[in-house]
C-alpha cells in the first residue's frame, strides 16, 4: 500500500481489500463514476471527500493524501533530519544509509521527503569523494527537479554538478553549468546567504568566474564566529535521547541542531571562496586587487582561528594571506589595507612579515608533507628572490614534499580514491608555479624538469625541445573542505 503512488491508487487498493464495490464507497454521497474517476487519476478529491473516504476506508485524511500516517510522517522527518545531521558532523558514509532508509520508508508517497533523502544520499557520495556516483546521482535529481519543481529546487542542483565536474576533470562541463548557475543567480539578484556563498567558492574553486564570488564575498562581509559547533553536537545528542519517548521534541532539538551550526557551515564557505579568491588574485598580477585580496585572506586567517585553529586549512589561510603581502610588498603597495601595516616605505618589513607568516603556517604543518607545505616552499623560494637571495633550497624543498604528495594520472580518472583528483591538479600547477620559479632563478634545467612533472601529472608527454612559455602565477587555489572545522559528530548515536 506504502508504495502506490497518487491518491487513487490508494483509493483503490484500500477499496479493493476491503471488498468493496465503488458503488458501496460512493454511498448516497457520491456516485460511483466520481469515485471512478478518483481512482483513475481523473479527479482529485475535495477535503471534504477525502475525509468522507478515509472514513469509509477505515484510514485517515492524511494516509489518503500522502501514503503514510501522521505519526510515520513525523518518524520519517526526524529520520531525515538525524541523517542531514550525519552527514554535516559525523560520518558520510552512515549518513547514506541514513538517507537510504528514509528514502525506503518514504517510497514513492512521500515525494518531498523522499526527494530530500535523495538529494542527501548525492551530498553524502561527494562527501566520502565518490565523484563518479555523486554527478550520476545530481543529475537524477535534476532531472526530476525539471519534472516536478515543487519537490526540488533546480539551483543548487547546478551548483553541486558544477563542483563535481571540476573535480572529475570535466572542465568544459563544469564550466558551462558554472556559467548557468551564474545567469540564474543574476536573474535572482541572489548574492546573500548560503547558496551564494556556495556558488560564490564553487565558482572561485574553478576559476569559471571571479567577479560573482567577488560581489557575494563583499555583499557578505567576514562573518563573525563565535564557536566551533559543539552546541549543535550537543543539541543533536538530545535529539537522538528523545527520539524514543518523544518524537515531535526530538523533532524540534533536531531542527535546533541544524540551525546551531549554519553560522558555521556559511562562515566555512565564505572562508573557501575567500581564500581561492585571494590566491587567484596573486596569480593574475597585472589586474589583481591585492587591496581587496587582502581583506579577504585576512578574513579567512580570522574565521579559520576560531573555527579551526592549529588545522592544515588554518595553515592554508596563513599561506594565502602570505602570498598576498608578498606580491603587494613587490609591487610597493604593502601598506595598503590589509597588506603590511601603515607607514612604511621600504621592502624589507612587508617581507619580513611574508617570512613570519609563512614559519607560522610551517609551525602548524609540524613537519608534514605534500601540497600545503610545498605552497610554503613555493612562497620561501619566491621571497629569497624578492630579496636577491639564493632561491634554489627551498625549490628543492618544494620539490621533495611535493615527491611525497600521490597523484598520478590513474588517480586521476579514479572516482574512488577521494583526495586524488584535487591534489593531483593542485600538485600539477604548482609543479608549473616551481618552474617559473627555476625560470627566474636562473636554473634551466630545474625549469625544464619542473615543466615535465606538471605536464605528466595531467597525462600529458613533455617535448623536451618544446619548453612551456615562461614565468606566470598560475598556482591552484587551496581546496578547503566543505565541513571545514566540523568538529567529530556522535557517530552511530
Known amino acids: 500500500m506504502a508504495g502506490q503512488a497518487t491518491i487513487g491508487d490508494r483509493v483503490r487498493g484500500l477499496r479493493l481489500n476491503k471488498h468493496m464495490s465503488q458503488a458501496q464507497l460512493a454511498g448516497q454521497d457520491l456516485s460511483d463514476s466520481y469515485v471512478s474517476l478518483i481512482e483513475s487519476g ?3 478529491p475535495t477535503p471534504v471527500v477525502t475525509r468522507l473516504l478515509a472514513d469509509r476506508l477505515g484510514c485517515t485524511a492524511e ?17 531525515l533530519r538525524h541523517a542531514e545531521l550525519e552527514l554535516l558532523y559525523g560520518d558520510p558514509a552512515l549518513a547514506s544509509g541514513r538517507f537510504a532508509a528514509v528514502v525506503k520508508a518514504a517510497d514513492h508517497d512521500g515525494a518531498v521527503l523522499g526527494a530530500q533523502a535523495r538529494l542527501g544520499q548525492a551530498r553524502a557520495l561527494e562527501a566520502e569523494g565518490r565523484t563518479a556516483q555523486a554527478v550520476e546521482a545530481y543529475e537524477r535529481l535534476r532531472r526530476e527537479a525539471a519534472a516536478h ?13 558544477c563542483r563535481c565536474y571540476h ?6 562541463r563544469a564550466g558551462d553549468l558554472g556559467a548557468e548557475a551564474v545567469a540564474m543567480a543574476d ?6 546567504g548560503d547558496l551564494a556563498l556556495d556558488l560564490a567558492a564553487v565558482l572561485a574553486e574553478t576559476e569559471i568566474d571571479l567577479s560573482y564570488p567577488e560581489r557575494v564575498l563583499t555583499a ?5 564566529v563565535t564557536g566551533s559547533g559543539s552546541e549543535a553536537l550537543e543539541l543533536w545528542r538530545a535529539s537522538l535521547a528523545a527520539a524514543g519517548e518523544d518524537s515531535m521534541l526530538a523533532v524540534v532539538l533536531a531542527d535546533d541542531a541544524v540551525a546551531a551550526g549554519r553560522p558555521a557551515r556559511e562562515a566555512g564557505r565564505y572562508v573557501r571562496g575567500a581564500m581561492h579568491w585571494a590566491w587567484l588574485a596573486t596569480a593574475r598580477p597585472g589586474g589583481a586587487d591585492l587591496t581587496r585580496a587582502g581583506e579577504f585572506a585576512a578574513s579567512a586567517v580570522d574565521v579559520l582561528s576560531t573555527l579551526a585553529p592549529g588545522t592544515p586549512e588554518h595553515a592554508r589561510s596563513l599561506l594565502v594571506l602570505s602570498r598576498v603581502r608578498l606580491r603587494a610588498g613587490v609591487n610597493g603597495t604593502a601598506g595598503a589595507a590589509g597588506l603590511g601595516g601603515t607607514g612604511r616605505t621600504g621592502l624589507s618589513e612587508p617581507l619580513d612579515d611574508v617570512a613570519a607568516l609563512v614559519d607560522r603556517a610551517l609551525t602548524l604543518l609540524d613537519g608534514a608533507r605534500g601540497t600545503v607545505p610545498a605552497m610554503a616552499s613555493v ?3 619566491e621571497l629569497a628572490l624578492a630579496r636577491s637571495k639564493d632561491a634554489a633550497p627551498a625549490l628543492a624543498e618544494a620539490e621533495r614534499l611535493l615527491d611525497a604528495t600521490p597523484a598520478t594520472p590513474a588517480d586521476l580518472a579514479a572516482p574512488s580514491s577521494p583526495a586524488a583528483p584535487a591534489t593531483g591538479r593542485e600538485t600539477a600547477r604548482l609543479w608549473r608555479e616551481i618552474g617559473d620559479l627555476w625560470g627566474r632563478a636562473g636554473s634551466p634545467a630545474g625549469q625544464m624538469n619542473a615543466y615535465r612533472r606538471a605536464l605528466e601529472l595531467i597525462g600529458v608527454a613533455a617535448r623536451p625541445e618544446t619548453p612551456p612559455a615562461p614565468a606566470r602565477y598560475a ?9 571545514s572545522g566540523a568538529p567529530a559528530g556522535p557517530g552511530t548515536g
Open 42 to 44: 481523473k479527479r482529485t
Open 63 to 79: 494516509f489518503l493524501l500522502h501514503g503514510i500516517e501522521p505519526h510515520q510522517r513525523v518518524d520519517t522527518g526526524l529520520a
Open 149 to 161: 519543481p515543487e519537490r526540488l529546487a533546480d539551483l543548487p542542483l547546478v551548483v553541486a554538478l
Open 167 to 172: 573535480r572529475a576533470g570535466d572542465t568544459l
Open 187 to 192: 536573474r535572482l539578484g541572489l548574492d546573500r
Open 220 to 224: 557578505s562581509g567576514a562573518p563573525q
Open 379 to 381: 612562497i620561501l623560494a
Open 475 to 483: 598556482v591552484a587555489g587551496p581546496a578547503i573542505p566543505v565541513r
